[in-house]
């Protein structure tokens, strides 16, 4: 009898596509180092002490991870790739979709968002003296940016609004990848058996980053009544006393909003829920100063809560553990699927949340989010990869999007 042996595929040898460009990303990484304090006054044009030392240590930590992250996912070689830019977390965005893909892309061109133009530009100066990496920066508008930069490239980074999203889509042509990094509602549930000072103390971390201007802060907190008032209580006598203070002042817990438009809503937000607020709510209009406000609905109030860039703490007491996978279940929810946070015993509602969400447990998001690993959720609205007329809704990597959706298109495989 013939025994018939099936083989083992051997996997082609990967090589990154522009590998002597790792110089360029270790000496951007000295820069962050040796001239730690020049990024830092770049950076305090839009952020406060604590958030601009983090970027730098979270911008190490990827361009550290970036050979393997490359060599792991496998991305074919691109010819151009354009970003249009977000307006908040200028050094990290720009080393997740500029510098990283540089190792497998040839030409890079980025359009900084209006609102943080200059800071960008000097940062890229700044930067690109080390790297001296084929990244070119456009001053054009929108538009020309589309109709020329965009429509010679392969992939488009874009991070703001779906609704914008959904413009831009429609511009490219069905074999340029799309990647959208949009909006999501990042649920902060504290269920039976969380350890409260954790749990307060996870909340005011994701909350305050970057003084409340951060995409990663929870929109709703979803606490157990059974633990509701001690949080409530001790969340608002820790809110008081964080410390106000200057962007460059190191000893301040937070700063003055730099988004004019986010303090008004959020202006707008507390006086339409003034009734909630439990501690905060004070404002300084000549200074966007806003103080930490926490609101607290009733018990299993129904919500769907804003995206706000500010320093508001959205509390919803829950009871039922059949009301929150509900309310999680909601398509308001489930749209802006992209990560979420549960600190106690909840089994059910992480295998819930899993489905499409990334859940950090007991940890808040910022602190398991890694750069040179896949990040978000399943929600249309949260990110999603789209190529030849789909939209894939899924967590997003540049160099993992590119190898799945443009791999098998590159290498004359089916789409």
Known sequence: MTQIVAETPVETPYHIPFADRMTGLHNVADIL?????EVLQV?????????????????????????????????????????LMPSNIPLYSYVLYLLIPSLYTERLVFRPSGRIDSQLERLHKLLGEAHRLP?????TGQRDFLENDVADSQVLVFTGSFENAEKIRPQLRKDQLFLYFGQGVNPFVVGPGADLGDAVDGAIRARMLNSGQDCFGPDVYFVHTSLSSQFCNLLSRRVRSLKHGRYEDPTADYGSM???????????????????????????????????????RPVESATNPPELFAPIFNVVPYTSGEWLHRTLRHQYFEERAMAATVYGDEPELIELLRRRHTVSLNATVADIENGNEPFGGRGVRANYAAVGGVRH????????????????RLSGGAA
């Open 33 to 37: 180092v040796d001239r730690r304090e």
């Open 43 to 83: 950076l305090y044009e839009s952020c406060n002490h604590k958030t601009a030392a983090g970027e730098i240590e979270v911008a190490l930590a990827a361009l550290a991870g970036a050979e393997q992250e490359v060599t792991g996912f496998r991305p074919p070689r691109l010819d151009q790739l354009a970003v």
């Open 135 to 139: 990244i070119r920066l456009r001053q």
């Open 258 to 296: 730099y988004y004019l438009d986010a303090f008004e809503d959020a202006i707008s937000h507390l006086m339409d829920n003034r009734s909630f607020i439990l501690v905060g709510g004070r404002a300084d209009l000549t200074e966007s100063h806003l103080a930490p406000t926490v609101l607290v």
């Open 393 to 408: 809704t899924e967590p997003l990597l540049i160099s993992k999007a590119v190898a799945d959706h443009l791999g098998p």
